[in-house]
C-alpha cells in the first residue's frame, strides 16, 4: 500500500515538473493556460495523496480547493482574459525557447543540488521530491524573467506559488487547510489584479509590450 | 485712538476720500487694528457680512495679522512650558548638587528590550544645569523674539522637546535610552533649523549639511557604543564601565575613536564642524542660543563619559588625538571667526574655536593621567569643563544680542551695522559683556577656565616625559594664540558692530528690543560677570564633576575662596581682588580727571583735516579691519575676490559702475567635504543606471538573489 502510495506521490509531483518545463518549451499562450491547469490538478493530487495516506481530511478539503482554483477557476479567467483581440504567440521572448530549455534543465540541476540537505532532512519518501517543488518555483521565476506577454507573466507566478505549495506539502505534509485557502486566494485576487491591468493597458496602449512600460520611469 | 485723531481736523484724512461709516452696510472696507480675540471674533465676523461686495479688510499692524507676540496665545503657552521644563531641571540639579544623591529613575514601558534607564550623577548634573539655565533665558528672550518661522504651531511645539531632550541626554544611563534621547535631540533641533526653509534656501543649504553631519556622527556613536555593549555584555553604562577593563586592547581603541568622531561632529570639531557655522547662523536667536551654548557641550559630554568614565582613560595616542582635534578646531575657528563678517557665521565659529580648547584640555587631562601625572590631570578636566560652563554662559548671551541685532535691523552684515551702542544701549552692553568673556579678558569668565588652563599645561612642562614636553608647549602656543585672535573678534564685532556711524538706513533706525529680549540675554551676561569675579560659586560642583567620572580619589587641588590657585604652587589668582583694585583705579581716575578738568570746554577742530564731515564710508569695516589676518592666512582662510567694472558705453576710459564680492570659503569645505560630495553624486549617477525601469530586470534581480541564497545556504 505505501509503495502504491509512493509510486503515486512520484506520479502527480513528476507531472508539475514537467508541466512547468512544458510551458518554457511552449509559445502559444492558449496551450500554456492548458498545461497550467493540468499542473494545478498534480498539484491537487500531491495533496490529495498524501491526505489519503495520513488520513487528513483537511488536508483533502485542501486538496479539492487547490484543483478547483489552480486546475479550473484560473485557467477560465486566464482565458477570458486573454479572448478578444490578444495576440495567441509569444513572438519574441527575451531569451529564445531552446536556450530556455538548457537553461531550464540547468535550474533542475541547481535545485536537486542545493536542496539536498532539506530532502536528507526531512527523510521521508515525499521528503526526497522537494527538489522537485523547487524546481518547479525556480523555473516559474525564469518564465517571469523571460516572457514579455503579460498572459506569461501571470503564469510564472502561478508556476512560482505551485511550486512553493509543493514543497509546503511535501515537507509538513500539508500546511493548515485555512492558511493553504488564504494562499490560494490571494494568488487567485493577484491573477485578477493582473488581468483587469492587462486589460486596462491594451485599451490604453494596444499591444501590451511589458518592456514598453519602461518609459514610465522616472 | 488713533484712527479717531486721523479724521481730526489736525491730519484730516477727509480729504483724500476716505470717510468713517457709521454702519458697515454703508462701508467699503473694514479696519482691523488688533488682535481678534475670542470676545471679539463674532462681532468682527458679523461686521465683516454685513459689509456691502466688494469686500475689503485692511488689518493694521503686525497684531491683527498674524497677533505678532501673543499669536493664538499658543506661543505664550509654549515659552511658559520650556520654562517650566527647564525650572525642573535645573531644581533637579541644584538638588543632586546641594546633596551629592544620585537620583534615578527606570522603567521598562517606555522602551522596548532595554527600558528607559535615567539616572542622574554628578558629572551629568553640571550639564543638565548648564542647559537648563541657558534655557530658561533663551526662552525669557524667546517671549519677545518673532520671525524665523519660529511662531509657526510646529516650532513652538518642537522647541519644549528639543529643550527636554537637550536636559536628558546627559540624565541617561544605558545605551538604548542614550541613543534615543540623541538622536530625538537632532531631529528636533533639525526641524527647528529648518523651521523657515520656506523663505530662504540658506536654510535648507545648512538644513541638508546639517543632517547629513548629525546623521553621520550618530551612525558612529551607535557603532562605538553597540560595540562595547555586546563586548561587554551589558547595555547599562555602570556595567559596561566594570566591564571594560578586561576588553582587548583593539576593541577599546577602535570604539574610543568612533566615538570621538560621532561626539566630535556633534561638538563642532574640525574637520566635522561644516554644518556647525551654517546651522547655527540660520537657526532663530533661541535655537541658536541653545545649539551653540547647550548642545555642543553634549558632545564634549560623550567624549569625557566614554573616555573617562567608561573606558577609563586609554593610551597616549589616544588623547593625543582629541588634542589635535582640539587645537586644529581652536585655530581654524578662531582665524575664521576673526575674518568672517557675519556676525552669528562668527559667533558659531567662535564655538568651534571654543570647544577646541575644551577639548584641548580633555585631552591634556587624559594625557597626564595615561602618563601618571592624576592631579594634573585632574585640574586640566576641571579647567575643560569650566570652560563648558563659560561657554555656555557667555555665548548664550552673544548669540542672544546678536538675534536681536539681526531683529531690529532685518541683517547681520557686519558691513551693514555700525553706531548700533547709541540705538540699543542695552543690547550693546550685552554684547560687549559677552564679547569681553569670549576674548578671555580678566574678570570676565572666560578668563578663570582659560587661566587654568595655562596652568595645568605649562605645569606639565617639567615632565620627563618626551610626549608631554612636546604636545604641551603647542598646546601652550595654540591658547595663547586663539587668546589674540579672540581679542581681535571682540574689537571687530564690537568696534565695527556697536560704534562709529551707521553703514545702512536699517541700522540707522534701529530700536532696542523688548525688555523680555534684552533681560534674556542680560541674565546670561550678568552671569559671565559674575562668574568672572566670583568663580568659586561653582568650582566646587565642577570639581565634583571631574572626579565622579573619572573616578579620582584625591582631594580637590584647587584651593577655593576668593583666590583660585593650585596646591602646592604658588600660581594664585584671586578674580575678586582682580576686581576691587581695578574697579578701584577706574575710580580714582575719574576722579582725578573730574577734580582737576576745568569746565566742559568742547573743542571744535580746527584744522579737521578733511574730516569734518565724517560719513560713514569713511570708517573701518569688518571686511578691511580683517583684511591683513586674511592676506597672512590665506592658504588656510582661501579668500576670493571679484571685481566686476562694466564701462560707460562711448568710453572704455569712464567706469559706469564697479560691483565688488569676496568671501571666504572654509577650506575643509572646499578640499574635502566638495570632492566627496561629487565622488558619492558619480557614484549615486551609477547606481542609477542599475534600476532602469524594466520589469524583467527587477525580476531577474530577484531571481539571481534566490539562487545565490540557496548555493550559499547549500
Redesign the interface.
Known amino acids: 500500500m505505501n509503495g502504491e502510495f509512493s509510486s503515486a506521490l512520484t506520479f502527480s509531483a513528476g507531472t508539475v515538473l514537467v508541466c512547468a518545463v512544458t510551458v518554457v518549451g511552449l509559445s502559444s499562450i492558449r496551450t500554456v493556460i492548458r498545461v497550467v491547469a493540468v499542473q494545478g490538478v498534480a498539484l491537487g493530487l500531491v495533496a490529495m495523496v498524501l491526505g489519503v495516506q495520513h488520513r487528513d481530511a483537511g488536508l483533502v478539503a485542501t486538496a479539492v480547493v487547490v484543483i478547483v482554483l489552480k486546475g479550473v477557476a484560473i485557467p477560465l479567467l486566464l482565458v477570458r482574459a486573454g479572448g478578444a483581440g490578444a495576440p495567441a504567440r509569444e513572438r519574441r521572448p527575451?531569451v529564445n525557447i531552446p536556450a530556455s530549455l538548457v537553461a531550464s534543465a540547468t535550474l533542475i540541476v541547481?535545485?536537486f543540488?542545493?536542496?539536498?540537505?532539506v530532502a536528507r532532512f526531512v527523510g521521508t519518501s515525499a521528503g526526497a521530491l522537494v527538489p522537485v517543488g523547487?524546481a518547479t518555483l525556480?523555473i516559474g521565476?525564469?518564465v517571469?524573467?523571460?516572457r514579455?506577454r503579460p498572459v506569461f507573466q501571470i503564469v510564472g507566478l502561478l508556476m512560482v506559488d505551485n511550486g512553493i505549495a509543493l514543497v509546503a506539502f511535501l515537507c509538513t505534509a500539508g500546511v493548515p487547510f485555512l492558511i493553504e485557502l488564504g494562499v490560494s486566494l490571494d494568488v487567485l485576487l493577484g491573477v485578477v489584479v493582473l488581468m483587469v491591468l492587462t486589460r486596462r493597458l491594451r485599451t490604453e496602449f494596444g499591444d501590451v509590450d511589458?518592456?514598453e512600460?519602461?518609459?514610465?520611469?522616472? | 485712538m488713533e484712527i479717531a485723531s486721523i479724521f481730526s481736523p489736525v491730519y484730516d484724512a477727509e480729504r483724500f476720500g476716505i470717510q468713517l461709516e457709521a454702519s458697515p452696510r454703508h462701508a467699503d472696507g473694514l479696519l482691523v487694528t488688533g488682535p481678534v480675540t475670542r470676545n471679539m471674533a463674532d462681532p468682527l465676523r458679523r461686521t465683516f457680512e454685513a459689509l456691502p461686495e466688494p469686500r475689503v479688510v485692511i488689518a493694521v499692524g503686525d497684531c491683527a495679522r498674524d497677533c505678532g507676540v501673543f499669536r493664538g496665545a499658543y506661543g505664550v503657552e509654549g515659552a511658559v512650558a520650556d520654562v517650566a521644563a527647564c525650572a525642573c531641571g535645573l531644581a533637579v540639579a541644584s538638588h543632586v548638587l546641594a546633596t551629592g544623591e544620585v537620583a534615578s529613575f527606570h522603567t521598562d514601558r517606555l522602551l522596548p528590550l532595554s527600558g528607559l534607564s535615567l539616572g542622574l550623577d554628578r558629572f551629568g548634573v553640571l550639564f543638565v544645569a548648564v542647559t537648563a539655565v541657558v534655557g530658561m533665558c533663551a526662552m525669557v528672550y524667546r517671549l519677545g523674539y518673532h520671525g524665523h518661522g519660529l511662531s509657526s504651531r510646529t516650532a513652538s511645539g518642537i522647541l519644549p522637546l528639543f529643550v527636554t531632550a537637550l536636559l536628558l541626554v546627559p540624565t541617561a544611563s544605558n545605551v538604548t535610552t542614550f541613543l534615543f534621547l540623541w538622536e530625538l535631540m537632532a531631529v528636533t533641533s533639525l526641524l527647528l533649523v529648518l523651521a523657515d526653509h520656506r523663505r530662504r534656501l540658506e536654510v535648507q543649504v545648512a538644513g541638508q549639511w546639517y543632517a547629513v553631519m548629525t546623521q553621520f556622527g550618530a551612525a558612529t556613536i551607535l557603532v562605538g557604543l553597540v560595540l562595547l555593549s555586546t563586548r561587554s555584555g551589558s547595555q547599562s553604562f555602570a556595567a559596561i564601565a566594570a566591564a571594560t577593563p578586561h576588553l582587548p586592547a583593539s576593541v577599546r581603541s577602535v570604539a574610543f575613536v568612533l566615538v570621538v568622531i560621532g561626539f566630535g561632529s556633534k561638538a563642532g570639531a574640525v574637520p566635522l564642524h561644516v554644518w556647525l557655522p551654517r546651522a547655527h547662523s540660520e537657526a532663530s536667536g533661541p535655537v541658536s542660543a541653545l545649539m551653540s551654548a547647550a548642545m555642543v557641550n553634549m558632545g564634549v559630554y560623550g567624549i569625557v563619559r566614554v573616555g573617562d568614565g567608561l573606558l577609563h582613560g586609554g593610551p597616549a595616542w589616544w588623547w593625543l588625538l582629541v588634542m589635535t582635534v582640539g587645537a586644529l578646531s581652536a585655530l581654524f575657528g578662531s582665524l575664521h571667526s576673526a575674518t568672517s563678517g557675519d556676525l552669528k557665521r562668527l559667533l558659531a565659529y567662535s564655538t568651534t574655536d571654543n570647544i577646541g580648547l575644551v577639548l584641548l584640555g580633555v585631552g591634556a587631562s587624559g594625557l597626564f593621567a595615561s602618563t601618571g601625572h592624576r592631579t594634573l590631570a585632574l585640574v586640566a578636566l576641571i579647567a575643560a569643563l569650566l570652560h563648558v560652563v563659560f561657554h555656555a554662559v557667555f555665548k548664550g548671551s552673544l548669540f542672544l544680542s546678536a538675534s536681536s541685532i539681526q531683529q531690529a535691523t532685518g541683517t547681520r552684515d557686519l558691513d551693514r551695522l555700525g553706531g548700533l551702542l547709541r540705538r540699543m544701549p542695552f543690547t550693546g552692553t550685552i554684547f560687549l559683556v559677552g564679547g569681553l568673556a569670549m576674548a578671555a579678558l580678566p574678570l570676565l569668565c572666560g578668563f578663570v577656565s582659560e587661566w587654568l588652563l595655562l596652568q595645568s599645561m605649562l605645569h606639565g612642562l617639567p615632565s620627563t616625559d618626551p610626549t608631554i614636553a612636546v604636545a604641551m608647549p603647542i598646546g601652550v602656543a595654540v591658547l595663547a594664540l586663539t587668546g589674540g585672535l579672540a581679542a581681535f573678534t571682540l574689537v571687530k564685532a564690537f568696534g565695527i558692530g556697536f560704534l562709529g556711524l551707521p553703514r545702512s538706513e536699517s541700522a540707522a533706525f534701529a530700536r532696542e528690543v523688548g525688555p523680555t529680549m534684552w533681560c534674556g540675554a542680560g541674565v546670561l551676561a550678568a552671569l559671565c560677570l559674575v562668574l568672572g569675579v566670583a568663580p568659586f560659586l561653582v568650582i566646587p560642583a565642577v570639581t565634583d564633576a571631574a572626579r565622579s567620572v573619572a573616578g579620582y580619589r584625591t582631594a580637590s587641588p584647587l584651593t577655593g575662596g576668593w583666590q583660585v590657585g593650585l596646591s602646592g604652587v604658588h600660581d594664585v589668582l584671586a578674580p575678586g581682588l582682580l576686581a576691587v583694585v581695578l574697579v578701584t583705579a577706574v575710580g580714582l581716575v575719574a576722579l582725578v580727571r573730574w577734580r582737576f578738568q576745568p569746565g566742559a570746554v568742547r573743542n571744535s577742530e580746527a584744522w579737521g583735516c578733511g574730516r569734518e564731515l565724517q560719513t560713514a564710508r569713511m570708517e573701518y569695516t569688518a571686511t578691511s579691519f580683517g583684511e591683513p589676518l586674511t592676506r597672512v592666512f590665506d592658504d588656510v582662510l582661501t579668500p576670493s575676490h571679484d571685481v566686476d567694472i562694466s564701462h560707460v558705453a562711448e568710453s572704455r576710459y569712464y567706469v559706469e559702475a564697479a560691483t565688488f564680492h569676496s568671501s571666504l570659503d572654509d577650506a575643509f569645505e572646499r578640499h574635502v567635504y566638495g570632492p566627496a560630495a561629487r565622488g558619492l553624486r558619480h557614484w549615486g549617477a551609477i547606481a542609477r543606471v542599475v534600476p532602469n525601469g524594466s520589469v524583467h530586470r527587477y525580476l531577474a534581480f530577484g531571481m539571481v538573489a534566490l539562487v545565490v541564497v540557496l548555493v550559499v545556504v547549500a
Request: charged share 20%; net charge negative.
Open positions: 527575451l541547481l535545485a543540488v542545493t536542496t539536498r540537505g523547487v525556480l521565476f525564469f517571469l524573467v523571460t514579455r511589458l518592456d512600460l519602461q518609459e514610465l520611469h522616472d
